[in-house]
């Protein structure tokens, strides 16, 4: 028989246990973050004149860092392919350290966060250098106050939101959002109410309208960078796309399709469940249909790329085929929960340059998000909303005059040529009918607890209409 | 159709996967007997363990033999105090409402897990034994797998053996048979519904690091993709069957696993390979139907 005080301190000194353990873990892996962004910051510092050192949150010399930049883009294998200006100074906004007050301009954004599907980093890259602006001076003295709405990946709740940002919340932008539904559900409601909106791209509706520009390329278009690449190194017969039951994944898939088909390849794409549940399963399935030699493309989550490479790797399927995985998986933490068996085995496609680069707007975005970005991992996802929140706040410090809905959007549309050490090419909004700025990108591979280059920036092969129409759209505008 | 080597591969991870469901219908019907109760809970005590274990194999300072003893303990706290603090309340009330009441104790646990971890971090559970492996032809087996099924097997034998063989196990029959008849013969009723709510946690925390090691360490996953397979193992072994809910779970597992490997004109099997469990539940209710059995009286013991 077992009795009650027995139970009492077997309670007790389980959730004691349970409580240390979770706390000790949260502390130190934001220590190991904060740690590990200051040590790059200071290699940085070393190798490049101290230029990265001189990266700070608050106002810094511009000029010196500006030709920091220009020394250290030299030095980089992923220099950006074009010859378009420096980007704006590494300071947060004005630069001012000086906070921001009076009436705050509002910024909105929709994101999806729901258990599996989360990709609430987004949002909190943009609110994190959003943050740093309001320390800066603001948007010439006005704070900005970024409201983010979650879609739960729920149709419904994602027209609320929309209409919730435009309606009750009267926001002045919309930057900053990573949702799977918003643009297909509010694209054209956001048109109609006379918004630019500058996203992280994930189904086709953010890639096809004039009014919204994506900062990213999207699992479709990361999808065919990966297809690109295992063809690239030796790939044949069939190539095989995987992709995790969201709403749109056979448009992830789309892009992949078309290329490989284009090529002369088989093509499949399976569909599991997700979250994944048993990876070894999907990884077995998806290897078996691609045959020796073939190619599989892993698209989804963080957590359900690391499940079915972590399956495949207990099957002993890594040398069976050409791994590749989608933008998705550029997420350090997937590093650590591969192991070393899969260095140099998977490429990764990467929408951004790597979190732990030594260009200045890179060190800037680490610091930022060290002192403003509370526990949002470091990533590709956090990229992307601080790229967004960056762009967005350089146009509106552009603008002559007050900050208004009107003129916030106009300067949006009127962003051209807007380099930053994250992208291959710059960015741009301006009149094209369809956007993808991004269509040029690096591969990644494991090495150790960090990701290695495997290739410099990769344009997208003219397949796909919307690459197609781009491409056209960039030649006759000399972008 | 698949090859014989394609079969055999996707045969064994079936019966990895199977082992877990095995396992977790176990711990359903041990407490199902004993309390009338079916914890959709089981899950996620499980996935808390997990978190927890996963935590402290992160520190310096735990040992892993302890990181694991760990996550035993926090899953039989959390079980226990369901069991000593929530379940009483409940006892008098009929099973589908005792029931309900795991279910929002899940979604409390998913709530804590949420706020506690950053649940968007990818995770590995690393057991130490799938490093083992042991190749037959193109059909690997792990140590995970060969773990897993040995597990099922024995704590299936070993709850078997309590329940058949000794006073404790009388007792909890005696409880499942009729709570009150069992009080008035002198048996300790609340004292041996939480010997079965302990059991049942120690059940959940060797499921919740076993799964988040062979299947996905995810909140979603552990918490409620467990459930429905589980539950139709437990189904299958009409919530009083050891072996049978046993024999369910692998069942389920190889179906759906080997449902998989079906392409080209038979693609249709492996696109409907998530069914396995909802249609060899199905099955069984069916029969059993026909044999104007109560399933869910909780009076029937095998």
Redesign the interface.
Known sequence: ??YPRT?AA??V???A??AC??D???S??AETTRSSAAAETSAAATTTEAAAAETTVAGTDATADTEAASATSAAEATAPETDATPAAAEVCGLGTGEPASGDPIKIGAVTTQI??V?L??GPAGAKAYFDCVNDNGGINGRPIEFIVENDQLDPGAAAAAGKKLVESDNVVLLAGGISILDCALNGAYYGEQGFNMITGGVGAACFGLPHIAPVNAGPAYSGQISAQYVASQGATGKIVFVAPKVPGAEYFSSAAEAWALANGFEYEAIYP?T????????A??AV??AGEGGGVIVSGS???T??ML?GAA???LIDDVYWAAGASAD?I??V????PEWDGKVAVAAEVADVNGDAPDIALYREVMGEYGG?A?LGAFSVFGFLMAEIAVDAMLGIDGDVTKESANAALNEVVDYESDFLCKPFYFGDSDLHLANNSQRNRTPDGDVFAELTGCTPLDPVDDVVKAVYAYEKANGI | MPTLTEFSSFFVLGLAAGAVYALSGTGLVVLYRTTGVVNFAFGAIGMVSAFVTWSLLQTSWCPNALAYLGAFGVAIAISLIYGMVVAPPFAQRDSVTKSVGTLGFALLLVGIVFVTWDTAKVRKLDLGVEDWKLDIGKIRLNGLNVISIVLAAIVVASVTVLLNRTRLGTAMRAVANDREVAALAGIPVRRIDLVAWLGAGAICGLVGIINAALVNFDVNTLTFALLVPSLAAATIGRLSSLWITMLGGFLIGVMSRVAKSFSGDLQFVSDYSEIAPFALAGAVILWLGRHRTVVLSGRAMR
């Not at chain 1, 650590?336 to 192991?339: D, I, N, S, T």
Request: no cysteine.
């Open positions: 028989m077992i139970i077997l309670v000194a389980s959730l246990m349970a353990s979770s000790s873990e949260t130190e892996t258990p599996g989360d609430s980093a469940d979250p994944v549940q048993d990876g070894a399963a999907v077995l399935d078996t249909r963080p957590q359900d690391a499940t972590q207990e099957q002993g997420d933490s997937l650590e929960a591969l192991g526990d991992a």
